[in-house]
């Protein structure tokens, strides 16, 4: 079964909302956690990388304050797209490495089913 | 600057037949390298895996093959069905355990019946 659970799996708003996103992990504890960012038959490209209890690393070119990430608990990171605009419609996925010792060997990091957000 | 490169760009393959997708890539730190498979609409799902002190690694129709002195690995997948249409994307992961995955442009593959 999935390791990492991302939600809401799509959104649809008005342009101006605000959205977060959710990634948790499910059965083992994150410190750290990945957001991209896809577009329509492209790669996916890194936005910032989550760190638990401490800011974010945002890649070159990625807004901190329009993307706003939260990495509250060993478990839980949120991705806040602020006054969200057209432009910011894209599939948005996280990632979620583990580390030696959690069972996980075979597979060291663990993707959500990303969401799909659309802004009108 | 893409820290790895994967081609071709999108392959089309007859139903039974070989499907094969190369990377290259310049960082000697890599040290874990998976190939993933995503369908629309879906995240990447983990292929299959391996890591450079193995030179192949076979599970069931998919093979990976890595040639540390070329940085070259590529995955191959044997009998070749419809329902491995798909996006192929290989990575890296950079020297860390908790490092990030540096992804390939990725391959559309079209299975033909």
């Known amino acids: 079964g999935a390791v990492v659970s991302q939600h809401p799996s799509r959104v649809i708003c008005k342009s101006g909302t605000s959205v977060k996103i959710e990634c948790r992990s499910l059965d083992f504890q994150a410190t750290t956690m990945f957001w991209y960012r896809q577009f329509p038959k492209q790669s996916l490209m890194l936005m910032a990388t989550s760190n638990e209890g401490s800011k974010a690393t945002y890649e070159q070119g990625v807004e901190k304050d329009k993307f706003l990430i939260n990495h509250a608990s060993l478990t839980l990171s949120t991705l806040t797209v602020t006054s969200a605009h057209p432009e910011d419609s894209s599939f948005y996925i996280c990632?979620?490495?583990?580390?030696?010792?959690?069972?996980?060997?075979?597979?060291?990091?663990?993707f959500g089913d990303g969401t799909r957000l659309s802004i009108l | 600057q893409q820290q790895v490169k994967q081609s071709p760009q999108s392959l089309i393959v007859q139903k039974g037949g070989i499907s094969i997708i190369n990377c290259a890539y310049e960082n000697t730190a890599f040290d874990y390298f998976p190939w993933y498979q995503q369908f629309p609409g879906k995240g990447p799902a983990l292929l299959i895996a391996?890591?450079?002190?193995?030179s192949e690694k076979k599970e069931g129709r998919f093979t990976i093959s890595f040639n540390k002195s070329a940085k070259q690995f590529s995955l191959h997948i044997m009998d070749s069905q419809p329902g491995d249409s798909a996006t192929y994307f290989c990575?890296?992961?950079?020297?860390?355990?908790?490092?990030?995955?540096?992804f390939g442009r990725g391959t559309q593959l079209t299975v033909w019946p």
């Open positions: 990632s979620a490495p583990s580390s030696p010792g959690q069972g996980y060997s075979n597979q060291p990091q663990h």
């Open positions: 990575a890296a992961r950079g020297g860390s355990t908790l490092g990030r995955l540096y």
């Open positions: 391996i890591r450079p002190d193995v």
